[in-house]
C-alpha cells in the first residue's frame, strides 16, 4: 500500500517525538513492503516565526493532498500570556481542522496494567479502564463568533450547533460503541445550555438506530466527577468541543501517563493523527521527551488504512519497550539514560 | 445578634440535610445568646410541582428581605431528560443567583486527614490539599442569550463577560489569597476565547494592586489534569461560571467526600450558604444522607457575620462526629445505623 503522509512536526517536542514515529513507520513500511512518503511542513509558533503566519497556505495543502496527516504538537508559551496577540499558534490548529474538516477527534483511554503504580488515582478504581472519547471538533465555543467591544471593556463567544454538525459525530460514536461494551455517554449541561439540549434531543432521536447501544447522559459537572470516582463506568463517551477538551485531558492522566495517549481527528475526506501531549516546552531539546504517544498515533493512523496487522505490531513493540523498561526517563524508575531516540530505536528495531 | 434566615430547602434530600443545619444553628443561638429567625419558602422542583414555578415571587421576596439564605438543593430527575420541558427546576437557582447578585461562589476544598483512604487519589497526592475556588456565578454563558431555531435544528448560548463583572470577583480571590498562601491562579481558555482573554487582561491588571500575591494562568483543560495530578498546587482558584463549575465538581471528589462540602453565593447586599452536592434522589427520604456538607454551609454563614467562635464551635462538632465515626453510611465502615438525624442530633449536642 502506498500512503501520502503529511508530517506537521509543530512546536516544542513535536519535532522530536514525530520523528520517532515515523522512525516506527519507515520499519512498518519496510517490513510489509509498503510505500510511505513523507514531506514535512511547519505549523504553530515555528510556522509564525517564519512566515508570520501559524498555517501557512503551503502547509494546507499539503495535507489536503495527503492520504494521512501526522501531527506534532503545538503552542509556545511567549504567545500564552500575551492576551493581544493578534496571531497565535493555535490559531493554526484550529483552522486545520476547520479547513479539513476534521470533525470527530478520537481519544481512546486505556490503563495499561504496567502503568497503574503511576496513576494518581488508586489501584481499585483505575484498573480495567478503557474508553472512547468522541469529541467534536470543528463546531460549538471554539468556531462561533467573537467579538471584543471598541472600549476593550466586554467580550463574547458564540456557541452553535446544529443537528447536522451532532449526528455525524454521534453515529461515528454509536458505531464506535457497538464493537466495545454497547454504551455511550452523553456528556453536556442540559440544565443550562441551549446547544446542550439539542444535543440530548438529536442523539436521543439518532439512539433509536442502535437498539443495541445504551445510552446515558451526564452533565459536564459531574462526570468531571465520575471520572475520578468511577472511570470504568464508561465506554464511549460522547461529547461537544469545549466539554471534551476538558473532559479529555483529565481522563487523560487517569491512566498513569498522558505520554502514551495518541488521538485521532477525522473528517470525510481527512484523517490526522497527533499525541495529546501539548509542546511540553520544558523538555525540548533534551531527548527525554516520550515518544510514545506519537508512536502510537502512527498505529492509530495505519488502522485507519485498515492495516491492522501492522498497528497490532507497533503496539506490541510498545508493550514490550513499556516491560522492559525501555522508556523514558517520566516512566522509568531503573535506568536513567534512556532517551527519546533510543526508544524509537528499540520499538523500530522490534518491528 | 439577630439574623433572619431564609430556608429554602429544596429537592431531594436538600429538606433532611438542611433540617440538621437549622438543629445545630438552633444550637449555637441558645449557647452564644444569639436569636436566628428562620423562615422557609419552596424552590425548585417542589415549587414547579405545587406552583408551576421553580422560584415564586414570595420566595425570591423573602430571600431579599432576609440577612442571608440556607439552600438545600435542587433538582429532580424527572426534568433533565426531557429537553423540551419549558420550566426546570434550577432556573429556580440561577434566577435566584442573578436576583440577589450572587456573583462570588466561594468553595472551600480541604483533605480533612481523617478521610484520606476515601479518597479516589493515592495519599501521597491529595495529603495537605487546601483550595477556595473562586467561581463567578451569575455571568457567562449561563446568563448570555440562548436562542434555537425555528425548526429546531440549530442552537445557540452567547458567552459574555464585562471588564466591572470580572473585578468584582478577582478582587475577593485576591483579598482572600492574602489570607492564605498568597496565590492565585486564574483558569480560563485564553488560546481560544475572546472571553477568556478579556480575564486574562482585566485580571493581570488588578494584580499590579495586590504585589504580595502571585498571579498564575492556567488553560481549563491543563487545570483539570493538575487538579488530579498534584492538587497541592493550588491555593485560590478564579475563573468564569462554567468552568468553575466543572472544576469545582472535580476538584469537590478529591477530598474523600463530597458529604462534607459547603459553599457560599456572595454578592453586595445578599448572601446564600449551600452544600455542594445536589438534590441525590436516590437517597431521598431514607436518613441516610450525609448533612456535613449543610452543617458546615451554616458555619459559613456564621462566617459571614463575623461570629467565628460560633463556626468554629460546629467545625469542631464535625470533627468530633468524624473522629468517632459518627457519620452516616457513606463515610462510616464500623456502625450502620447512624442516620442524617443522628449525626445532627450528635453536632447539636456538643454544641
Ligand atoms: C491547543 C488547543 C487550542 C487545543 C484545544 O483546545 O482544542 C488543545 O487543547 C487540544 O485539545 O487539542
Ligand atoms: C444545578 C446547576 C444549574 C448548578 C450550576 O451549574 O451552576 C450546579 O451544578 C451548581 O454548581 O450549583
Redesign the pocket.
Known amino acids: 500500500m502506498k500512503i501520502n503522509i503529511a508530517v506537521l512536526p509543530g512546536d516544542g517536542i513535536g519535532p522530536e517525538v514525530t520523528n520517532q514515529a515515523i522512525k516506527v513507520l519507515k520499519a512498518i513500511a519496510l517490513e510489509f513492503d509498503h510505500t510511505f512518503l513523507f514531506k514535512e511542513a511547519p505549523v504553530g509558533a515555528i510556522a509564525i516565526d517564519q512566515q508570520n503566519n501559524p498555517l501557512p497556505d503551503q502547509t494546507l495543502d499539503l495535507c489536503k493532498s495527503s492520504d494521512a496527516i501526522l501531527f506534532g504538537a503545538i503552542g509556545d508559551p511567549k504567545y500564552d500570556n500575551d492576551p493581544t496577540a493578534k496571531v497565535r499558534p493555535e490559531q493554526g490548529l484550529l483552522k486545520l481542522r476547520k479547513e479539513l474538516g476534521l470533525y470527530a477527534n478520537i481519544r481512546p483511554v486505556k490503563a495499561y496494567d504496567m502503568l497503574l503504580e503511576k496513576s494518581p488515582l488508586k489501584r481499585e478504581i483505575i484498573e480495567g479502564t478503557d474508553i472512547s472519547i468522541y469529541r467534536e471538533l470543528t463546531g460549538g465555543i471554539y468556531f462561533g463568533k467573537k467579538h471584543l467591544s471598541e472600549d476593550g471593556n466586554t467580550a463574547s463567544d458564540l456557541c452553535e450547533y446544529s443537528k447536522y454538525e451532532i449526528e455525524r459525530i454521534a453515529h461515528l460514536a454509536f458505531k464506535a460503541a457497538r464493537n466495545r461494551k454497547q454504551k455511550v455517554t452523553l456528556v453536556d449541561?442540559a440544565?443550562?445550555l441551549e446547544t446542550s439540549r439539542l444535543w440530548r434531543k438529536v442523539v436521543t432521536n439518532l439512539a433509536k438506530g442502535y437498539p443495541d447501544v445504551t445510552l446515558d447522559f451526564l452533565?459536564v459537572?459531574n462526570a468531571a466527577m465520575q471520572m475520578i470516582l468511577n472511570p470504568n463506568q464508561f465506554d464511549v463517551i460522547l461529547t461537544e468541543n469545549l466539554f471534551g477538551d476538558v473532559i479529555s485531558d483529565e481522563a487523560s492522566v487517569i491512566g498513569g501517563s498522558i505520554g502514551l495517549l495518541a488521538s485521532a481527528s477525522v473528517g470525510n475526506k481527512h484523517a490526522m493523527f497527533e499525541p495529546i501531549h501539548g509542546s511540553y516546552p520544558q523538555a525540548t531539546g533534551k531527548d527525554i521527551a516520550n515518544p510514545v504517544a506519537s508512536i502510537l498515533s502512527a498505529a492509530m493512523l495505519l488502522e485507519h488504512f485498515d492495516l491492522h496487522d501492522e498497528a497490532n505490531l507497533i503496539k506490541k513493540g510498545v508493550e514490550k519497550s513499556l516491560k522492559l523498561e525501555i522508556t523514558t526517563p517520566d516512566l522509568n524508575t531503573s535506568y536513567d539514560n534512556i532517551t527519546t531516540s533510543k526508544v524509537g530505536d528499540f520499538i523500530a528495531d522490534f518491528i
Open positions: 449541561k440544565n443550562v452533565f459537572d
